[in-house]
């Protein structure tokens, strides 16, 4: 789908999905907002003016997600061996997935940002050490012990569906690029991943955003194993990095394009007020783990009980990136009994 003459959005289904059914529900979703379980698609954004061809984001590594692509690419005169730049917004797998065989079919430069560039081994092509990182962490979070093999496991099936490749150019926000007559700038917006970027035009006042800023959804900002510091301090500040920023058209991997941007700030930041309040009175007067925290408070995909072991483990570390921020701005305490963190009232 063309968005501006030289800007096109192009599809591909997540796993699970059918190109059929992702472009269904793309169709379908924009007039109708509705909550889907699991997510369809990604938006990959391709960029082609003046001879050059960059590509934003990509997919998962499987056949129908690169058909898909190819397919997009055809309907606007292009082909996926035509990629000179391959940008990645965060090197999660929707995102990622597929940027190895893109690498091989067009000596494609690959951009990642230096803090997501830092895991891409750890996580895709050294993986096994994270099951026993994990596991521990795990502990550390009260999760019981009949919960946490499978937890720890959870997403190594997904492996399957990336094809890893290393980064050839490491930025850290603050550089530009020029495609044909556009220049975009990489903005550093940490927080869904500690090297999550966007990308603002602002002659034509564009910005893509990955899962950053998405319409409806607000993403998974999450500690686990590999996190430091705390990521919904970094999250919240990226929002307001974006604030100021002269924008008519935001351009989400997920979902659907948002033309409010200033709105939609304000309703992520407000979720995320609701949600630490909502998280604080969940600790109980002795103190609570994450885990007892993270089955407490409403979910609206059910609650925690039910979810599949790598949900369970996404909402343990979201919990958790809560009860962090509430620690650091002095509203919860935290102290260490017999290796489990508990959270207290202050
Ligand atoms: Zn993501
Ligand atoms: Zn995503």
Redesign the pocket.
């Known amino acids: 789908m063309q968005i501006i003459e030289g800007i096109y959005q192009l599809l591909t289904p997540f796993p699970q999905f059918t190109i059929e059914a992702a472009k269904e529900i793309r169709s379908t979703i924009q007039a109708a907002p509705r909550v889907i379980k699991g997510?369809p698609y990604?938006l990959p954004y391709m960029i082609r003016d003046g001879g050059d061809t960059v590509l934003v984001d990509c997919g998962w590594n499987t056949d129908s997600a690169y058909e898909s692509l190819e397919a997009g690419m055809k309907e606007h005169n292009s082909h996926p061996t035509e990629v000179q730049k391959l940008v990645i917004t965060h090197v999660?797998p929707?995102?990622y997935g597929m940027a190895g065989r893109l690498k091989q079919l067009s000596s494609c430069e690959v951009v990642v940002h230096e803090e997501d560039a830092k895991v891409i081994t750890a996580r895709y092509f050294a993986p096994k050490g994270l099951i026993d990182e994990m596991s521990k962490f795990m502990e550390k979070n009260g999760v019981p012990n009949a919960n946490s093999p499978e937890m720890s496991r959870g997403s190594m099936g997904m492996l399957m569906n990336v094809s890893p490749v290393p980064a050839d150019t490491q930025v850290k926000g603050g550089e530009t690029f020029k495609v044909g007559d556009f220049d975009f700038e990489i903005i550093w917006t940490p927080g869904h991943s500690p090297g999550h970027i966007c990308l603002y035009e602002p002659n034509r006042k564009i910005l893509i955003t990955?899962?950053h800023v998405l319409p409806t959804i607000t993403?998974n900002v999450s500690i686990h194993s590999q996190t430091s510091g705390s990521p919904l301090s970094d999250y919240m500040r990226s929002l307001e990095l974006l604030e100021d920023l002269d924008v008519e058209t935001v351009l989400p991997?997920?979902e659907y394009e948002i033309f409010d941007l200033k709105k939609r700030l304000r309703e992520i930041e407000s979720h995320h007020k609701m949600r630490l309040d909502e998280m604080e009175k969940c600790v109980d007067a002795g103190g609570s783990t994450a885990w007892e925290v993270a089955g407490r408070v409403k979910w609206t995909t059910g609650s925690l009980s039910d979810f599949e072991p790598w949900v369970q483990r996404s909402a343990v570390g979201e919990t958790l990136a809560h009860l962090e921020y509430l620690y650091e701005i002095g509203r919860l305490a935290k102290v260490i009994r017999n290796k489990t963190h508990y959270w207290l009232h202050v």
Do not use: K, N
Request: overall charge negative; proline content about 10%; charged content about 20%.
């Open positions: 997510l990604v999660h929707d995102h990955g899962d993403p991997a997920h």
